[in-house]
């Protein structure tokens, strides 16, 4: 598949996540039209130099490759249905929401539906690339990104990955990044539970928390939770990491949703799970994730 060093971009969602990786693109002198449907966001686009338009269909007329940065599925299928009829021949999207594998599946059978109805090999390509590393990591350029779909549009996409992120890893076909990222979030909810309940057993037996996750992390118990959020957001009692207790509430929910399509078990995730949607009530969606380490009735 051969692209053009000239192609156009476009960006659909522009709030912490979305926003930072505009900002990388735009910082690289590259052209970018934007749409987010509140205003104050669109105006910070447009200070750092973007297009900003009022439909997600003007994003599509005007771009050959076009980032999405949404809160889930359902949003993610609507802003498709408004741009499907308006998108480039062989348009390529790039989902970098939190999304489910089937909406990511179906889009891409679309491409193919509509391309062969007009008689071209795909109307569209669509994409998924879900990202780890949250905001910071979105404006610093450093994301994972976890990636599914055509191997031709990923290659495609490999300049504009390149700036975005640090690491991608391409795991399957259509679906698959979604849910590679839904089994990510699932372990990370897992961790921060069980990290901070292993902080509190080392408290009890008089053992201080950075003492004991340097033991941890030096040792099979490590995790990417002992190891980065701990020391960034929960020992400083910081808690800004710029990902919250809703966000995570939602991923946790897709993870068990995912589960029972596939007719898996989840036996002890489905009891971690508990504590997030129902056993954690006393923290407000609003609160930065980490806080589920502090929830109230820790005993329960």
């Given at each position: 598949?051969?692209?053009?060093a000239?192609?156009?971009?476009g960006?659909i969602?522009?709030g912490?996540m979305g926003?930072?990786?505009?900002a990388?693109?735009l910082d690289?002198?590259?052209?970018?039209t934007?749409?987010?449907?509140?205003?104050a966001?669109?105006d910070?686009?447009?200070d750092?130099?973007a297009v900003?338009?009022?439909?997600?269909?003007?994003v599509?007329q005007?771009?050959d490759?076009?980032?999405?940065s949404?809160?889930?599925?359902a949003?993610?299928a609507?802003?498709?249905?408004?741009?499907?009829?308006d998108?480039r021949?062989?348009?390529?999207i790039?989902d970098?929401?939190?999304?489910?594998?089937a909406?990511?599946?179906?889009l891409s059978?679309q491409?193919?539906?509509?391309g062969a109805?007009e008689?071209?090999?795909?109307a569209f390509f669509f994409v998924?690339?879900?990202?780890?590393?949250?905001?910071?990591?979105?404006?610093?350029?450093?994301?994972?990104?976890?990636?599914?779909g055509?191997?031709?549009?990923?290659?495609a996409l490999?300049?504009v990955l390149?700036?975005?992120?640090?690491?991608t890893v391409?795991v399957g076909?259509?679906?698959?990044g979604?849910?590679a990222?839904i089994a990510?979030?699932?372990?990370?909810?897992a961790?921060?539970?069980l990290v901070?309940?292993?902080?509190?057993?080392?408290q009890?037996?008089g053992?201080?928390?950075?003492?004991?996750?340097?033991?941890?992390n030096?040792?099979?118990g490590r995790s990417?939770?002992?190891?980065?959020?701990?020391?960034k957001?929960?020992?400083?009692?910081a808690?800004?990491?710029?990902?919250?207790?809703?966000?995570m509430r939602?991923?946790v929910?897709?993870?068990?949703?995912?589960?029972?399509e596939?007719?898996?078990d989840?036996?002890?995730f489905s009891?971690?799970?508990q504590i997030?949607?129902?056993g954690s009530?006393?923290?407000?969606?609003?609160a930065?994730?980490?806080a589920?380490?502090a929830?109230?009735?820790?005993g329960?």
């Amino acid at each position: 598949m051969q692209r053009s060093a000239q192609m156009q971009l476009g960006m659909i969602g522009c709030g912490n996540m979305g926003g930072g990786m505009a900002a990388q693109l735009l910082d690289k002198g590259l052209a970018l039209t934007c749409y987010d449907p509140d205003p104050a966001t669109l105006d910070r686009m447009r200070d750092l130099g973007a297009v900003c338009v009022s439909t997600p269909a003007q994003v599509a007329q005007a771009s050959d490759i076009i980032v999405l940065s949404l809160p889930k599925a359902a949003v993610v299928a609507a802003v498709m249905a408004d741009m499907i009829p308006d998108l480039r021949a062989g348009a390529i999207i790039l989902d970098t929401s939190t999304s489910e594998p089937a909406t990511s599946q179906t889009l891409s059978a679309q491409g193919g539906t509509q391309g062969a109805t007009e008689g071209a090999d795909r109307a569209f390509f669509f994409v998924d690339g879900p990202v780890s590393g949250g905001p910071a990591a979105a404006h610093a350029g450093t994301m994972t990104m976890l990636l599914g779909g055509d191997a031709g549009a990923i290659a495609a996409l490999r300049p504009v990955l390149d700036i975005l992120t640090a690491k991608t890893v391409v795991v399957g076909g259509s679906g698959a990044g979604h849910a590679a990222k839904i089994a990510n979030n699932m372990l990370c909810a897992a961790n921060l539970v069980l990290v901070g309940e292993a902080v509190r057993l080392g408290q009890a037996v008089g053992v201080r928390p950075s003492d004991l996750l340097d033991g941890i992390n030096a040792g099979s118990g490590r995790s990417g939770v002992s190891e980065v959020n701990f020391p960034k957001w929960v020992l400083n009692e910081a808690f800004d990491s710029g990902f919250t207790m809703g966000l995570m509430r939602k991923d946790v929910g897709l993870a068990l949703a995912l589960a029972k399509e596939a007719g898996v078990d989840l036996d002890g995730f489905s009891q971690i799970a508990q504590i997030w949607l129902n056993g954690s009530a006393d923290i407000p969606d609003s609160a930065d994730f980490n806080a589920i380490v502090a929830r109230s009735g820790q005993g329960d």
